[in-house]
């Protein structure tokens, strides 16, 4: 019996290399070893998008995006949580337990809110519906980025208050830290992040990918770009490039056609896969996903109900 791995996904706009490397890569590389579920988190996502256009289009890019990049829905159960109404019921239920300073100590939360985030009432009880979200399906494993690491803990505290309230029910979960692997810099050479404007598009032509690559900042004063050559370890072993890099001493332009060239010869085909999947297979992909996520949580759910007494 494979161990159970959840992870959920808030879909940010257009992916970049730097989600492909950090997050969607590593997530593919280890989901087979693993009894695997993928959650869009919509209804996180609702705790600051108000906007309904943008949250359809959100939702069906995600799960492209994952489709695209080889994630495959017989290994991979990939559903919605606004589709498994069981989530938030075990979100309210889990609120009952936790206590208001208990969540006000939440990193995220703060961060948001000193962010100029409106402190709503959802993104402050976040973390439970999280906790609901991990902990209906039995998760052994979940591998997220590390600002997520307090709420997988939150999770097992969950866990650990609701069993000692009443009696062994959820298991506690371990966080998989996936930033373990560098941090991909972006084209001035800084964290490659959609908010500094220095990303190069994963699913973007090869027009909008050159672009991106020839606005790559080099500085004047060594023979090799070291921005550039960060970029391109992540496509050609550094042992490979060396020959290249030493030819071309200087020739910053030379170098950055080669990154282009290489970034097309991965991105391409994931671009070709992604442009033929149709709004009508995200559906039944996650019409499926839901099933078979429904069919795990509304069991505990009845174990749940039955424990807390509300099932007369
Ligand atoms: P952004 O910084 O562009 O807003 P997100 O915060 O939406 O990206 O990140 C989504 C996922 O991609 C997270 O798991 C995060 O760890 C990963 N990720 C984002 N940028 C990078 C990067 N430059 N290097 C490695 N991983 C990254
Ligand atoms: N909060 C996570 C994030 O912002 C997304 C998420 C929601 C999640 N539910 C989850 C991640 C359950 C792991 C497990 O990235």
Redesign the pocket.
Known sequence: MKKRLFTGIQS?GTL?I??Y???LKPFLEIAGDYDSMLMVADYHALTSLKDPEAMRANIINVVKDYLAVGVNPADVVIFKQSDVSAHTELAWIFDCLVTVPFLQQAHAYKDKIAKGLEANAGLFTYPMLMAADILLYDTDVVPV?ADQKQHVEYAREAAAKFNNSYGETFKEPKEII??SIA??PGTDGK?????YGNTIPLFGTKDEIAKAVMGIVTDSTGDRPEHVHAIHKLFQADGDLLPLYEEHKGKYKHLKEALIEDIERMVAPMREVRADITDADVKTVLEEGALRARAQADAKMQDVREKIGVRI
């Open positions: 940010s970049h730097g989600n490397f950090g997050a980025g996936m930033e941090t991909i964290k490659m992040s959609k908010s």
